[in-house]
């Protein structure tokens, strides 16, 4: 199974919005809505941010939020903030029970 | 408060054996999906291994045959049994908790604990 496709960088300045995509298949996010995003600072463990494509989990900010067409999610970071600067990880349920990330995308604030 | 603290990484020879340990604390480990991540240095995170709350276990294509996850109720701890470790399972290795209704998320990580494999 092939990594999911996220562009390696992506950067804003303060205020701004920004999205990075996370391109899938049709044996991942074109058929399944189990998707989540992660946000990992440098040398820490990741944090979960969305989960079932859209869903915050309670302590995550509305800034961030995620949508899905077809094949690729993305995960939308408004209001970019300097503690964003992270690297952020798209998932996908695939079939045959398995779980696939995406190849990560580091965020830089400007 | 829920807790996930990871024990038995180290530097193992390539076709040697390594357990990690994940103990969790403030939830029962038999209630949860429970799973190991990987992540290479300086690379992505790989999903490697789930075990479901009824015992059934999934395993990644790079690693089915040579790893096991498992758990003990009774300690309230999650395995990972890796044999014939090759160089590129080097990698800091997480345990993570599936929450419920969280459809494949994971909301509470380990620590993570590295695992060197090298002659």
């Known amino acids: 199974q092939s990594a999911l496709t996220q562009p390696a960088s992506v950067s804003g300045s303060p205020g701004q919005s920004i999205a990075i995509s996370c391109t899938g298949t049709?044996?991942?996010?074109?058929?399944?809505?189990?998707v989540s995003w992660y946000q990992q600072p440098p040398g820490k463990a990741p944090k979960l941010l969305i989960y079932?494509?859209?869903k915050r989990p309670s302590w995550v900010s509305t800034r961030f939020s995620g949508s899905k067409s077809g094949a690729t999610a993305s995960l939308t970071i408004s209001g970019l903030q300097p503690e964003d600067e992270a690297d952020y990880y798209c998932?996908?349920?695939?079939?045959?029970?398995?779980?696939?990330f995406g190849g990560g995308t580091k965020v830089t604030v400007l | 408060e829920l807790q996930l603290l990871q024990s038995g990484g180290g530097l193992v020879q390539p076709g040697g054996s390594l357990r990690l340990s994940c103990a969790a604390s403030?939830?029962?480990?038999?209630?949860?999906?429970m799973c190991w991540v990987r992540q290479a240095p300086g690379k992505g995170l790989e999903w490697v291994s789930v075990?479901?709350?009824?015992?059934?276990?999934s395993y990644a294509d790079s690693v089915k045959g040579r790893f096991t996850i498992s758990r003990d109720n009774s300690k309230n701890t999650l395995y990972l049994q890796m044999n014939s470790l090759r160089t590129e399972d080097t990698a800091l290795y997480y345990c993570?908790?599936?929450?419920?209704?969280?459809?494949?998320?994971?909301?509470?990580w380990g620590q993570g604990a590295l695992v060197t494999v090298s002659s």
């Open positions: 993570a908790r599936e929450g419920s209704f969280l459809d494949w998320g994971y909301d509470y």
């Open positions: 403030g939830f029962t480990v038999s209630n949860n999906y």
């Open positions: 075990i479901y709350s009824g015992g059934d276990t």
């Open positions: 049709s044996s991942d996010i074109g058929d399944y809505n189990y």
């Open positions: 079932d494509i859209y």
């Open positions: 998932s996908s349920y695939s079939s045959i029970n398995t779980l696939i």
